[in-house]
T-cell receptor
Framework: EDQVTQSPEALRLQEGESSSLNCSYTVSGLRGLFWYRQDPGKGPEFLFTLYSAGEEKEKERLKATLTKKESFLHITAPKPEDSATYLCAVQARNGYALNFGKGTSLLVTP | NAGVTQTPKFRVLKTGQSMTLLCAQDMNHEYMYWYRQDPGMGLRLIHYSVGEGTTAKGEVPDGYNVSRLKKQNFLLGLESAAPSQTSVYFC????????????????FGPGTRLTVL
């Protein structure tokens, strides 16, 4: 059975304090690993897709990396507007659904 | 482009009542999905559709029905609402499910917050 575990559940950073969020997964044949951002009361917003181990993608202060067992979302010099819940999801080769983790709630204080 | 839209945004039902949630997308996507999100749990797939006129069950389909009569619309129905169906419902759509070009990315709507008393 596909499983996605995100850690930590919650993270509080000061503005400018870099850190990483972890997404550990088990899946029967990875089609893709997805990172989304979700603000309170809104739908998930797509950030990145990673398809194979060793792949990396960047967008502004965010960088996502992928190994065969986990993915990291690195946040460099975060700002208060980066505060949100970050969701990780995997899609198996033989499936349609995204299998989501429970998310990491990030709070960046000035 | 509006992307994925959902109506209504909020709804309160009494146990046993019925309702339909509407999802619309203007991106010409083939695939559409209904998820529910509950506190302490990840998003879970209820039903999905791989094209106009098709539907299939996801992880948690019991108590729900769906229809995809038009490519751009995906309806989620609750025939007899139960308190366990109190949740936030999200619709999503994607162009496909394969490829490394990003065509499998699922885009989400803003959600419908449903409370069943």
């Amino acid at each position: 059975e596909d499983q996605v575990t995100q850690s930590p559940e919650a993270l509080r950073l000061q503005e400018g304090e870099s850190s990483s969020l972890n997404c550990s997964y088990t899946v029967s044949g990875l089609r893709g690993l997805f990172w989304y951002r979700q603000d309170p009361g809104k739908g998930p917003e797509f950030l990145f897709t990673l398809y194979s181990a060793g792949e990396e993608k960047e967008k502004e202060r965010l960088k996502a990396t992928l190994t065969k067992k986990e993915s990291f979302l690195h946040i460099t010099a975060p700002k208060p507007e980066d505060s949100a819940t970050y969701l990780c999801a995997v899609q198996a080769r033989n499936g349609y659904a995204l299998n989501f983790g429970k998310g990491t709630s990030l709070l960046v204080t000035p | 482009n509006a992307g994925v839209t959902q109506t209504p945004k909020f709804r309160v039902l009494k146990t046993g009542q019925s309702m339909t949630l509407l999802c619309a997308q203007d991106m010409n996507h083939e695939y559409m999905y209904w998820y529910r999100q509950d506190p302490g749990m990840g998003l879970r797939l209820i039903h999905y559709s791989v094209g106009e006129g098709t539907t299939a069950k996801g992880e948690v389909p019991d108590g729900y029905n769906v229809s995809r009569l038009k490519k751009q619309n995906f309806l989620l129905g609750l025939e007899s609402a139960a308190p366990s169906q109190t949740s936030v419902y999200f619709c999503a759509s994607s162009y496909s499910t394969t490829g490394t070009s990003g065509s499998g990315v699922q885009f989400f709507g803003p959600g419908t917050r449903l409370t069943v008393l």
